[in-house]
């Protein structure tokens, strides 16, 4: 077979697998969107997430149905707009509970009847961390671990107080001054509470006080020969406590905290509970402050739940890569596309040959023209296995939409009246049974046949066009003008 026939014949096959292709991934895409398989795929995989990888775990399925009623989650489930949009709708959730009734498999919504096929890494984070309370835990230890340091300073000084009193013999002594103390230290709690101080700024800021507060009073009385012996032995230990400032709580202190304000403690999964201490730990002294480590937690989250969508996406494209197989094998039988029967019919048929070789030019110059120059075949994700769990891919998945629009359109204009060597019809019978004669068992022919058409099949449209549109290219290359001259 000389190099131009071998193309040629190549071409041809390469056009027939495309449009195949492109017509399984329209299945395919049918198929999973009225059965819900990436929003379910992705609820199964978080509730995996949640309990450690333990199927069925009773605590990670709750727990991950009260996340996806969480707002920041339960808002990603658009409702239907439009009478026939609601009307798809309401048929996509049929077909899922007669799917799930005939494979006895639970509703993995709960008591919805579906969910998001995408979450973004921040809003789950966000939600859990809400649904944690996490911040308002923070802002409540750091208050009041403020307020217990305020209240022990406060303690000593009015012990201190009371000697000087008893020094002097006046009761009302500094009772003035040790009230606008307590106001002052009340006003720096409330700020901190309010988010308006830092713990660290709050803290120092209530130490200063108290160290004023000593310093005036020293100066004071310090003179006093009945009050010199109280304030020798007093003021060094008061300035000492003072000083042993208490630290802000950490980053783990507050996750065991938020863990066991939750109402149901039972329903949160163990593994979850080992995985946040896990990354409270890491994030511990990546912050100087707790509010910054609270900032940190949450980007480990994310970073935790986009590393396991990584995996869940890998998990889905190969299921999805085996269901791309099957709709292959299907499609390729109840087409009859045996590739045999193809190639040989190719290799006979000069007529159809250059048929098809004209389709696949007009087909690439078409879809080339049609997209964008960035967009390229290799962004596909095989079109059949794509999954729209991660958000790295949504740049992607829309330049391949586009693309592979573009091709589709392509390949419709020029299938009309295109005499494509596939069907059932006689002709087709009668020359396949011819050609299987010399094998000891003919049907195995066809069927070898039919399960390489299916391989091809399950390769994706934007595999056959990305190989198609190599070949036109070094084809055209290697054309020669009417001179004789290669162009």
Request: net charge negative.
């Amino acid at each position: 077979m000389n190099l131009p026939l071998f193309v040629d014949i190549s071409l041809g096959l390469i056009f027939i697998f495309l449009t195949l292709s492109l017509l399984a991934s329209e299945l395919q895409e049918l198929i999973a969107t009225l059965l819900q398989w990436r929003a379910e795929h992705l609820k199964r995989s978080i509730e995996l997430l949640l309990s450690g990888e333990k199927s069925n775990d009773l605590p990670g399925i709750v727990y991950a149905n009260r996340l996806y009623q969480h707002p920041l989650i339960a808002t990603l489930n658009q409702e239907a707009k439009g009478p026939l949009a609601k009307l798809l709708r309401t048929l996509s959730q049929v077909m899922g509970q007669i799917y799930r009734t005939l494979t006895r498999t639970r509703n993995v919504f709960g008591h919805a009847k579906s969910g998001p096929s995408y979450i973004p890494s921040q809003s789950f984070a966000a939600a859990m961390l809400a649904d944690l309370n996490l911040k308002e835990v923070s802002r409540k230890r750091s208050w009041e671990q403020l307020v217990s340091y305020r209240s022990t300073q406060l303690r000593l000084v009015q012990d201190f107080l009371q000697a000087l009193r008893r020094c002097t013999g006046d009761r009302s002594l500094l009772v003035l001054e040790f009230d606008e103390l307590n106001d002052r230290l009340q006003a720096i709690a409330d700020d901190l509470s309010q988010r308006r101080l830092t713990y660290s700024t709050a803290l120092e800021q209530t130490r200063q006080l108290f160290v004023d507060f000593l310093d005036a009073t020293e100066a004071v009385f310090g003179d006093r020969e009945a009050c010199q012996e109280v304030i020798r032995r007093q003021i060094p230990y008061l300035r000492h406590v003072i000083a042993l400032v208490r630290a802000e709580p950490t980053i783990s202190e507050v996750i065991e905290q938020a863990l066991s304000n939750l109402e149901n403690k039972s329903y949160v999964p163990e593994q979850l509970k080992h995985t946040l201490r896990s990354l409270a730990l890491e994030v511990q002294n990546q912050a100087e402050s707790l509010f910054g480590s609270v900032n940190h937690m949450e980007k480990a989250v994310e970073t935790w739940f986009e590393r396991a969508m990584d995996r869940a996406s890998g998990v889905y494209r190969r299921n999805a890569k085996g269901v791309a197989l099957l709709i292959g094998l299907l499609l390729a039988i109840g087409t009859n596309t045996d590739t045999f029967y193809v190639v040989q019919h190719l290799s006979k048929d000069s007529v159809l040959r250059s048929t098809l070789t004209q389709a696949a030019d007009q087909v690439q110059i078409t879809a080339t023209t049609s997209t964008p120059a960035e967009s390229t075949a290799e962004n596909d994700v095989s079109a059949l296995g794509e999954s729209p769990i991660e958000d790295s891919e949504l740049g992607d998945r829309s330049s391949t939409s586009q693309q592979l629009k573009a091709i589709r359109d392509a390949v419709d204009e020029n299938l009309e009246d295109l005499p494509l060597p596939m069907g059932w019809n006689p002709v087709v019978l009668k020359e396949q049974k011819l050609q299987a004669e010399a094998w000891p068992l003919p049907i195995l022919r066809r069927l070898l046949g039919w399960l390489i058409t299916a391989i091809a099949i399950s390769m994706g449209a934007s595999f056959w066009y990305g190989i198609l549109s190599k070949i036109v290219t070094v084809r055209n290359t290697g054309e020669r003008s009417d001179n004789g001259s290669q162009n």
